[in-house]
C-alpha cells in the first residue's frame, strides 16, 4: 500500500497539471473568464509546482493567461525572490521560524545573541591566517593591498588621535598599514604633525577631498531640499539640516573610492574618530580577506531611522526593473535580512518593504573593487540622479548595506566576532582572551535601544557559512 499512494500522488499531479494547463484553459476561455483558471491553479501549492516543475520546464506554456504570473508567485513563496526583467520581486519568508509580538522577537533575539557572543568564537577558520611578522622582518612584509582610511576634520584631531592610539596598540602597530586622511577642506600643519605622533612608522597621506567629489550636486533643487530638511527635522532626525552632513553620506556611498589618492588600493579600513577597539587584533585581516575573495566585514548590525531612509528601497527596485539591471542581483544574497518585519514592523512599512537593517559602516573593511564595479557603481548613480541624499537622509550604512545583499553573494560578507569595537552609543563585546573594557554581550550603552539589535535577524534568515 506504501509504494501506491506515492505513483498514485504523481498520477494525480500529471492529471491535474495537464488538465489546470492544457484542457481547462480552452474551456474556460469559452466562457471568457480567465481569472478562473489563475483561481484554481493558485491552490497549487510549491511542493505541487516543484514535483511537477521537470515536466513544465519542457513545454512551453507562456501562451496560456494568467500562467506566468503564477510562476512567479510560486517563485516567490519559495525562494523569496522573482528575478526576470521588469519584474523584480522580493518577500520576506521568515526562514528563521520566528513567531511573537515585536516585544516577543526582540526579547529571543536578545537571548539568543546574549548567548552567542558570550561564546568564545576562536578566530576565522575559511582561511590561514596571516600572523603579524618579527619586528625586524616588519620592513619587508608583503602587505595586502590596503589602507586605513579615516574622513576627518582639523578640529577633531584629537578625537581621533584617540582611535588611532587605540587602533595602533590593538592592530596597526604589528602590521604597518598606511594610513589615507580625507578631508573636504585642506589639513593644517598643526593637525598633521599631531597625527604623526599617533601613526608611529606606518606611511601617512593627507587628502584634501576635490569639490566635484563632496559638493552637492548642480541638479539638486534648493528650495525643494529646504522644504524637505525642514519636515525631516520637525521630525527630530539627527543632522536633518546639516548640509555637510548629507555631503559626507553621499561621498561614502558612492564617492569615495574614486578619490585619486585611493585608487591605487584594493581594500580599505575605515576608523571614525572616539572609537575603541576592545581585543587584539593578532592576524593580517586585509590579508584575510583577500585570501577569502570577502568583499565587506562589519562588527555592528542595527536598525536605521525609517524616516531617513523612506523611498531607498523602493528606488532601489524602480532600478532593478529598469532595462536589465536585474543581471546585476546576486541570486545568493542577504535579501530575507533586508525584509524582515517582525522586529520592528513599523519601519518595514514606512519605508515600502525595506527593514532598515543595515551594518554599522563607521567601522567597516571593504573591498573598493566591488563599489567600483557596474553594478553597484551603476546603482549608486540612479540613486544620487533622484537627489534623496538631500530631500531625504539617505546614509552610506544602509546604501553600503543594500549593495553588498543585493550584489554579492551572502558568504562574501564577514561579520568579525572576534573583533571588540565601540562607536557611542553601540558596542560589540566578544567573549575572548583579550577582550578588555567592555562587558561581553551588551549592545548598547543604553538598554532602551536593544530593540535595534539586528544581528540575529542576519543570523536567522539568512543564515551565512559559519566560519568560526
Given at each position: ?45 510549491p511542493?505541487?509546482w ?16 494568467g ?49 552567542l ?14 600572523p ?17 582610511m ?33 578631508n573636504?577642506q ?9 597625527i ?25 533643487d ?10 525631516m527635522?520637525k ?17 561614502y ?8 589618492e ?19 587584533i593578532?592576524?593580517?585581516v586585509f590579508?584575510?580577506m ?16 525609517e524616516?531617513?531612509?523612506k ?34 514592523p513599523?519601519?518595514?512599512k ?7 537593517c ?15 564595479g ?6 549608486f548613480?540612479?540613486?544620487d ?36 569595537y565601540?562607536?557611542?552609543?553601540y ?24 530593540d535595534?539589535?539586528?544581528?540575529m ?10 566560519v568560526?
Open positions: 500500500m506504501k509504494l501506491i499512494v506515492p505513483r498514485k500522488r504523481k498520477l494525480l499531479n500529471l492529471f491535474l497539471i495537464v488538465f489546470i494547463f492544457l484542457v481547462l484553459p480552452s474551456l474556460i476561455v469559452l466562457f471568457n473568464g480567465h481569472h478562473h483558471l489563475v483561481k484554481i491553479a493558485e491552490t497549487y501549492t511542493e505541487d516543484n514535483s511537477i516543475k521537470g515536466l513544465t520546464d519542457k513545454f512551453d506554456f507562456s501562451y496560456l493567461p500562467l506566468s504570473d503564477l510562476k512567479s508567485n510560486t517563485e516567490l513563496d519559495t525562494n523569496g525572490f522573482v528575478l526576470s526583467p521588469g519584474n523584480v520581486q522580493f518577500k520576506f519568508l521568515n526562514k528563521g521560524n520566528k513567531k511573537g509580538t515585536p516585544e516577543e522577537i526582540v526579547k529571543q533575539n536578545a537571548e539568543s545573541y546574549k548567548e557572543v558570550s561564546k568564545d568564537p576562536g578566530a576565522p577558520k575559511d582561511a590561514v591566517l596571516i603579524p611578522p618579527s619586528p625586524e622582518n616588519l620592513a619587508t612584509y608583503k602587505h595586502a593591498n590596503a589602507t586605513i579615516a574622513l576627518v576634520r582639523n578640529e577633531e584631531v584629537a578625537k581621533i588621535g584617540q582611535s588611532i592610539r587605540r587602533f595602533q596598540k590593538q592592530f596597526n602597530s604589528k602590521f604597518n598599514y598606511p594610513y589615507t586622511f580625507l573636504d585642506p589639513f593644517t600643519d598643526r593637525f598633521k604633525k599631531k604623526l605622533r599617533y601613526t608611529d612608522d606606518a606611511p601617512v597621506e593627507f587628502v584634501h577631498i576635490k569639490s566635484e567629489l563632496w559638493d552637492k550636486p548642480s541638479f539638486i534648493e528650495e525643494k531640499e529646504k522644504k524637505e530638511m525642514e519636515i527635522f521630525h527630530d532626525i539627527a543632522y536633518a539640516k546639516k548640509q555637510s552632513y548629507h555631503n559626507m553620506c553621499r561621498f556611498s558612492g564617492q569615495f573610492y574614486n578619490v585619486p585611493l585608487q591605487k588600493y584594493k581594500y580599505y579600513w575605515r576608523i571614525e574618530p572616539q572609537v575603541k577597539f576592545y581585543t587584539s593578532d592576524y593580517d590579508r584575510y583577500e585570501d577569502t575573495q570577502k568583499v565587506y566585514g562589519f562588527t555592528i548590525n542595527l536598525y536605521d531611522i524616516e531617513s531612509v523611498t531607498l528601497w523602493p528606488e532601489t527596485l524602480k532600478f532593478l526593473n529598469q532595462n536589465d539591471n536585474v543581471k546585476y542581483v546576486n541570486q545568493n544574497g542577504s535579501f530575507q535580512w533586508l525584509l524582515e518585519d517582525l522586529q520592528n513599523k519601519k518595514n514606512a519605508t515600502g518593504g525595506y527593514s532598515t543595515h551594518f554599522w559602516s563607521n567601522f567597516e573593511i571593504g573591498d573598493m573593487d566591488f563599489f567600483r557596474e553594478a553597484y557603481n551603476n546603482w548613480k540612479y540613486l540622479s533622484t537627489g534623496k541624499f538631500y530631500y531625504e537622509r539617505w546614509g552610506d550604512a544602509p546604501v553600503h548595506s543594500i549593495g553588498v545583499s543585493l550584489f554579492a553573494a551572502k558568504d562574501k560578507i564577514h561579520w568579525f566576532r572576534d573583533i571588540g565601540f562607536h557611542d552609543p558596542l560589540y563585546c566578544p567573549q575572548t582572551p583579550t577582550s578588555r573594557e567592555c562587558e561581553v554581550g551588551k549592545f548598547s550603552i543604553w538598554e532602551h535601544l536593544n535595534q539589535n539586528c544581528l535577524n542576519w543570523l536567522d534568515h539568512d543564515q551565512p557559512k559559519q568560526y
